[in-house]
Structure formats: structure tokens, C-alpha cells
């Protein structure tokens, strides 16, 4: 269980990346294009083991506006518009495939948004079946095929329709039952809504559902939040993600409809994340790391026991050894050595389409230290340690001398007893388990570069 010492978490309260990714987006450059992203995927071809594929597909619509959402969506009512970008992204699903030899085989699916059930049952059978005709899925029992949910926009029949395509696990919003908190935030969903979906998941066969909750967001009690955990607890969902609120109505228009006079004071809001963590692990939820909890028989926890936990763009996975491709507007790829971007306009994703064009707008080749730094925080990320024995011998440096700098900047929190310090590893402590992103930060070597912005880039870490 993480420790919770509020005058420690409020010291180390400033903006880092959430390493999803090492390097992260930012560091993307449109020098990164389409023959870019061939050449590393023909690579990536060339392992002796084929690598498996992870597949994720972006829905960018929603049908109504959540004031604190920061994804790349468009608000729309216009129904028949699915049909138009459906017919783009199949397009992007032959170009993408050709990519790839047919003995690499999918091991997960996953569908994000936008509200991917903006798309009706019988529109996501057909993408299914279309990516199903184009790639080699595999066969495991370990197979997910997942899709995030707005419980307000599903009926229990959609979802046994969903588990007929394959659909074996899904994501709900919820962010808060409290009404006050829904009507700050434009989302009217009623708990009777929410769990009518779940339990039509869990009829139908779904392996795992997720609930994700958000602190800090205006309106918010203790109180209030108390009454929406112990609501979540009750419904006993197999994962629960409680993210913090990021506050960037510079780079977010939604959330320019927020008071800013209504969100919780940064106190109040420490109080929150202390209360669900308090509430979720006495409920004897696991806390796996980054928001998220698990309970102790959910694959996730199990993962992470084994040393198989691995972080990417959908965010925790079990599926380590795969390269991910990334299809439809502002969608990521990791493939092999490199990262690349999808346009985040639907305007641009449409052209480069229109073109016969894979649309990569930007993206980056790794270096070997990229892959070497990647590859410590995607360990301490995952696993709450960095194996220092493990890196010299798969890398052939000398860490004390390699890292020199960074043990150096991490010396300040190693006083504060956020990790332990050993010759052959470094491990995080309870008290260092809610700050995993400041201590990554030690070792990013691209935060010391000065960078031309004047809007944050950036959430802060509580």
C-alpha cells in the first residue's frame, strides 16, 4: 500500500510527463514520416520470433461534451458522419496490414475515443471483421478485445451484441455519481445506468470491467467522493482507475467552462486521493501504480507479481511483446524502434487517406540511450524498481557512470525516502509509490532541454 504523507506529496506536486511512452509525445517530429514508419515496421518484421500486434482503433465522436475531458474528440449529433470516417479507416487498415507479415499475430484490440459506442453494434462487427481479414489474430485465451463505454449511450442488448464480436473486456466513465459534480461537469449519468451496463458485461461473458473515476474535479466533497467510492466498491468492479484532474483550459476549450473558483483546493484535493486510496485498498483492491488498482485475482495484479506488467498508450497491459499500431485520427504507433503519430485533425487524417497515404504526421526513430532510458522507466513504472544488474548486462554500460547525472537528481528523493538505493537496484518505497513520475523524471534526459512553449505541456502529479 503507498504511503500518504501530504506535506511530501504536495512538495513534489509539479508538472511531468505520465510516460506512456519514453520519449514522450512531445518529442515527436514531423521529420518522422510515412517512409519513415515503413522502414520500421519491415524491421520489425526481421525479428527471429515474430513480435505480436496490438491494435488500437480511435472513435473520435462524442454526443455531448464532458467539460473536463482533455482527449481528441468532436461533439456531434450527426449520426451518419461514422459512416464517412468508417469507410476512411478501412482504407488505413489495408495500408497499415500490408505493413506486416501474416505470422504476426494480434493479441489485443482496443477501442478508444471519442465514445467508441458512438458506432452501433453492427458498425463495430464490421470493423472487428474487417481488421479480423487483414491481420492474424490470435487464438489464446489470453486474447482481449476491449472498448471503453459511455454507459449513458449503451443498452444491456448492445452489449451481449458486443460479446458475440468478440468483446471480452470494457472501460466505463463515471468520474463521480455526486449530481452537483455531474452538472459542473455536463455529465448526467445515474448509478442505475451504470451498473446495467456492467452486469449486462458480466452476463455476457466479459472477462474484466473497468470503472474510471477523476478527484479534483469542481464541486467535489469528501463527503460526496466517500459516496461515489463506496458506490464503485459495492459494484465490485474488476479494475479501478482513480485519475487526477488536470486543470488546462489553455490547451483544453471544454474546460474553459469550469469555475475555476469551483474546483477543490489543492489540499482538498490531496484528501480525495487519500480517501480513495484508503477506501479501495481496504477494500482490498491492489494499488497497481499511475491511478490504477486491481483486485488481487485480476490479471493486471497477477502481471505485476510475475514481473510481466507493461505501460503503453492504452495505458497498464499484459501484453508486453507486442509492437502497437495505431489507426484512425491522432491514433499512436510503437513499432519497433520508433514512435509515430496519426494528424490530430480529422481534416488532415482524411487527406493523407484521400492520398493513398499511411497519415503520419510526425513520429521518432529511438536511440540506443532513447531505448535504454525507455526501458528503465517502463521497469519502475510497472514493476516500482529499476534493475541495475539486468540494464548492464542487457545494455553493456556501466550504470554508476552511465547515470550519473541522474543518480545525482535523485539523491534529493532518495533522502526523502521515496527509493532505496542499492547496488544492484533501485526500489521504490511506499512512501515513493504515489511520485513514480517525478522519480522517471531523474532519468528523462530530454526535461533539461530547453523548450519555445508558453502553455503548459504537462499535468502536475497529484
Not at 477501442?111 to 458506432?119: D, E, M, Q
Not at 481488421?131 to 489474430?137: E, G, I, P, S, V
Amino acid at each position: 500500500m503507498p504511503a500518504f504523507d501530504t506535506d511530501l506529496l504536495r512538495r513534489y506536486d509539479r508538472p511531468g510527463p505520465r510516460y506512456t511512452s519514453y520519449p514522450t509525445a512531445p518529442q515527436f517530429s514531423g521529420e518522422f514520416g510515412e517512409a519513415q514508419l515503413r522502414e520500421a515496421a519491415q524491421a520489425s518484421n526481421g525479428d527471429p520470433i515474430p513480435r505480436r500486434l496490438s491494435l488500437y482503433v480511435h472513435v473520435p465522436f462524442c454526443l455531448s461534451p464532458c467539460f473536463y475531458c482533455g482527449c481528441n474528440r468532436i461533439i456531434t449529433r450527426d449520426l451518419s458522419r461514422s459512416d464517412t470516417y468508417l469507410a476512411r479507416l478501412y482504407r488505413e487498415i489495408d495500408l497499415a496490414a500490408a505493413l506486416f507479415d501474416r505470422d504476426r499475430e494480434v493479441i489485443q484490440l482496443h477501442f478508444g475515443g471519442g465514445t467508441p459506442n458512438f458506432l452501433t453494434p453492427a458498425q463495430l462487427r464490421e470493423v472487428v471483421e474487417t481488421l479480423q481479414r487483414q491481420f492474424h489474430f490470435s487464438a489464446s485465451r489470453d486474447r482481449d478485445i476491449s472498448i471503453e463505454l459511455d454507459p449513458r449511450f449503451i443498452s444491456p442488448a448492445d452489449v451481449a451484441e458486443l460479446a458475440t464480436i468478440g468483446f471480452n473486456r470494457a472501460s466505463l466513465g463515471v468520474q463521480d455519481f455526486d449530481p452537483a459534480v455531474q452538472e459542473a461537469v455536463n455529465r448526467i449519468q445515474s448509478v442505475e445506468q451504470t451498473v446495467a451496463v456492467i452486469e449486462a458485461c458480466r452476463a455476457s461473458g466479459f472477462r474484466s470491467v473497468n470503472v474510471d473515476l477523476i478527484y479534483g474535479l469542481p464541486k467535489q466533497t469528501a463527503e460526496g467522493f466517500s459516496r461515489t467510492l463506496d458506490t464503485v466498491i459495492g459494484i465490485r468492479p474488476d479494475r479501478i482507475a482513480v485519475y487526477s484532474y488536470a486543470h488546462l483550459p489553455e490547451l483544453f476549450k471544454p474546460q474553459r467552462q469550469i469555475e475555476a473558483a469551483d474546483l477543490p483546493s489543492p489540499e482538498a484535493k490531496l484528501a480525495l486521493l487519500q480517501r480513495a486510496i484508503e477506501k479501495l485498498t481496504a477494500a482490498g483492491y491492489v494499488y497497481i501504480g499511475m491511478d490504477h488498482f486491481a483486485l488481487p485475482d485480476d490479471e493486471l495484479a497477477q502481471a505485476q507479481s510475475r514481473g510481466g506488467l507493461h505501460r503503453n498508450f492504452m495505458g497498464y497491459t499484459t501484453h508486453a511483446d507486442s509492437d502497437l499500431v495505431g489507426l484512425g485520427v491522432s491514433a499512436i504507433s510503437h513499432i519497433g524502434d520508433s514512435f509515430s503519430q496519426n494528424p490530430r485533425d480529422l481534416i488532415s487524417w482524411q487527406g493523407a487517406i484521400d492520398e493513398g497515404r499511411l497519415p503520419v504526421f510526425r513520429g521518432m526513430r529511438l536511440s540506443e540511450d532513447d531505448q535504454l532510458r525507455a526501458d528503465l522507466i517502463q521497469s519502475l513504472m510497472c514493476q516500482g524498481e529499476v534493475p541495475i544488474t539486468a540494464l548492464e548486462r542487457r545494455y553493456d554500460i556501466d550504470f554508476g557512470r552511465y547515470f550519473a547525472d541522474s543518480l545525482e537528481r535523485l539523491q534529493p528523493l532518495a533522502a526523502d525516502g521515496l527509493v532505496r538505493i542499492e547496488p544492484r537496484r533501485i526500489t521504490v518505497t511506499s512512501r515513493g509509490r504515489l511520485l513514480l513520475r517525478n522519480i522517471a523524471m531523474c532519468f528523462d534526459r530530454y526535461l533539461d532541454k530547453p523548450v519555445a512553449v508558453t502553455q503548459p505541456r504537462f499535468s502536475r502529479a497529484i
